[in-house]
């Protein structure tokens, strides 16, 4: 792993502020979301590869609840260079490992039997399935994928309540 200075320095920031939080919570209950592939506001650069594992590695030493990765690409990549993947951190995080974003249940399931990832999060297919667990379990079909515009936004009911739940939908 190529190292320099830079690399040490992005992460102090992230220290001072997990330092500060475990020294109110026991860090077995604090967790910390990463974006390694992310590129929303000009994230990324060309030593995120390098970057993130050193987090991934200093982090590890925490004893925290989770590390939370957020691998896929479904909100963008800044392409530079290849994406990164859970069992990249899984070789050097030892900890809870979360991985999230485009997954369904069968790139899910397939992630935990590698070892890749102990825990998938599920955002929007929790948006538009309030009860993704039993479609899951019942191998049932999902409901359409909530429209952006709807995630965080004051349109009242409308993406929050309004999903129809397996009994109602078949």
């Keep these: 792993m190529i190292f320099n200075h830079f690399i040490e320095n992005r992460y102090r920031f992230l220290a001072e502020v997990t330092d500060a ?17 992310g590129c929303f506001n000009d994230m990324g650069s060309t030593d995120f590869r390098e970057q993130f594992l050193y987090v991934a590695k200093q982090l590890n030493a925490l004893d925290l609840a989770y590390l939370h990765v957020v691998d896929g690409l479904g909100f963008g990549f800044h392409e530079l260079g290849e994406a990164m993947t859970l069992a990249e951190f899984r070789e050097v995080y030892d900890g809870v490992l979360i991985g999230n974003c485009g997954y369904d249940k069968e790139t899910a399931d397939e992630a935990i039997a590698k070892g890749d990832a102990d825990l998938i999060a599920f955002g929007r297919p ?37 999903y129809p739940v397996l009994a109602s939908s078949t």
Excluded at 21 to 37: D, E
Excluded at 130 to 159: C, I, S
């Design 21 to 37: 939080v475990c020294s109110v919570w026991p860090s077995n209950r604090v967790g910390v979301r990463l974006a390694p592939n």
């Design 126 to 162: 929790f948006i538009s399935n309030p009860d993704l667990v039993e479609r899951f379990e019942q191998d049932a079909p999902l409901n359409e994928m909530a429209a952006m515009e709807h995630w965080y936004l004051p349109t009242g009911a409308k993406g929050y309540v309004d």
